[in-house]
């Protein structure tokens, strides 16, 4: 099957070619007839998945015909830089229609974005928040909106978006085609599909299954000792391009200088950032100025850079699914791609999770330097139990069940339930 099959104007065509898209992907085959046929959608499937352009196509070819200069469709993301994504994207694929988009999100000024707006586009690409902002302005209105688009409608909620998506939602007109994508779905998401779709067509494709070209592997390795082991790894392995996720906002932009005074080009894009930093940080990392990207899990979505060949896990991650966000940064359009996780004995239950997700285990890798060893010591005092470091040359005495009967100090060297990961 070609994109031929769907018929598109040959303006929309141009666009295609334009993308070098080829091939439709599974979502693609799947969303675009009903799309076509304008019906609502509920759309699942992970990130990488070509979900993008499962929308956009069906889209332009719709607001072809009709008034020009109006607002007509609107897709609300979570993410400044997914909204910025996607309107990149639809620029690409619209290049040759006379559509236009325009991107708003918050962090930037409101007059520019405004001024854009009424000199007259088919379609907006927003964040929730800055678009309540500028609706209770009532700096323009919705009310020629032909379709509305909720992408990443999971992470909206993770984000604590929906009670602002449904007062938009109160600003559109009733008659519409409405088209939801997540790549979970929680209970709030399905309540909130079964609200505002009429009769959808639903679109599932392996949304909970990390992608199959990338290879999976587990370095087990202590707290202390993650930093030199990421340095000796992206010196020892031939990495391209290298996106690393920290669980803090602090560790991405420490973890980034660290590298950089190591020699590596190396930048961080986190919470804390400006806007012009963080889009000068991404398209760094697009245009080969940065060859690894330290980022929270706010770059887990909505970053689509080509030729990510690691993703490195320096933190575990909270869900096996946002392991499987993160990782879905790599081996994108049938590319292989590698993805590394740094565990603790501590994470030995998310790592079960995850591989539980993936329907395997990880291939473990021990690295010659890096021995699987405590640095800390677990001490029991009224109940309760917290940690120490070990003093200098010296290891702690067991007895019994492992535990030094006078001092209380457990020894985790010598229990091995407690450090072998699964």
């Not at 962090?107 to 209770?136: F, M, T, W, Y």
């Amino acid at each position: 099957m070609s994109f031929k099959n769907f018929k598109f104007d040959p303006k929309i065509e141009a666009g295609i070619a334009a993308c070098g898209y080829t091939l439709p992907t599974p979502i693609q085959k799947e969303a675009i007839p009903p799309i076509l046929e304008g019906r609502d959608i509920l759309g699942l499937a992970q990130t990488g998945t070509g979900k993008t352009a499962a929308f956009v196509l069906p889209l332009l070819q719709r607001l072809l015909d009709g008034p020009r200069k109006k607002v007509r469709a609107l897709i609300v993301a979570p993410t400044r830089e997914l909204a910025e994504q996607i309107h990149a994207d639809i620029s690409k694929m619209a290049q040759k229609t006379g559509l236009r988009s325009i991107s708003i999100y918050g962090g930037v000024g409101k007059h520019p974005q405004i001024k854009a707006i009424r000199s007259g586009v088919e379609i907006i690409v927003a964040c929730p928040g800055r678009l309540l902002d500028l609706l209770n302005d009532r700096s323009f209105s919705l009310k020629a909106v032909e379709a509305l688009v909720l992408d990443e409608a999971d992470h909206m909620f993770d984000k604590g978006f929906l009670p602002d998506i449904r007062r938009i939602i109160k600003q559109l007109p009733t008659k519409r085609q409405s088209l939801v994508f997540s790549a979970t779905m929680p209970k709030e998401i399905r309540h909130l599909a079964e609200n505002i779709l009429i009769h959808p067509a639903t679109v599932q494709i392996n949304h909970t299954q990390p992608v199959l070209a990338i290879s999976h592997v587990l370095f087990q390795v202590a707290k202390g000792q993650k930093t030199s082991l990421l340095k000796t790894i992206i010196k020892e392995e031939k990495m391209k391009s290298t996106l690393v996720f920290t669980r803090t906002k602090h560790k991405a932009k420490s973890l980034a200088l660290v590298l950089q005074k190591a020699g590596y080009r190396a930048a961080s894009i986190q919470g804390n950032l400006s806007q012009l930093k963080r889009q000068e940080a991404l398209n760094g990392f697009k245009n080969g100025k940065f060859k690894i990207l330290v980022a929270t899990d706010i770059a887990a979505r909505g970053i689509d850079v080509k030729g990510i060949s690691h993703v490195i896990n320096y933190d575990v991650p909270d869900t096996a699914e946002t392991y499987t966000h993160r990782t879905g940064r790599t081996g994108r359009a049938e590319r292989a791609g590698q993805a590394f996780i740094f565990a603790g004995q501590e994470d030995s239950k998310m790592i079960s999770l995850i591989e539980h997700n993936l329907g395997k285990k990880m291939r473990r890798q021990v690295t010659p330097g890096f021995p699987w060893e405590p640095k800390e010591a677990v001490v029991e005092k009224k109940g309760k139990r917290y940690s120490r470091p070990m003093p200098r040359g010296k290891k702690p005495a067991t007895g019994g069940r492992g535990r030094n009967q006078r001092s209380g100090v457990f020894s985790l060297a010598t229990n091995k339930s407690r450090t072998a990961l699964p």
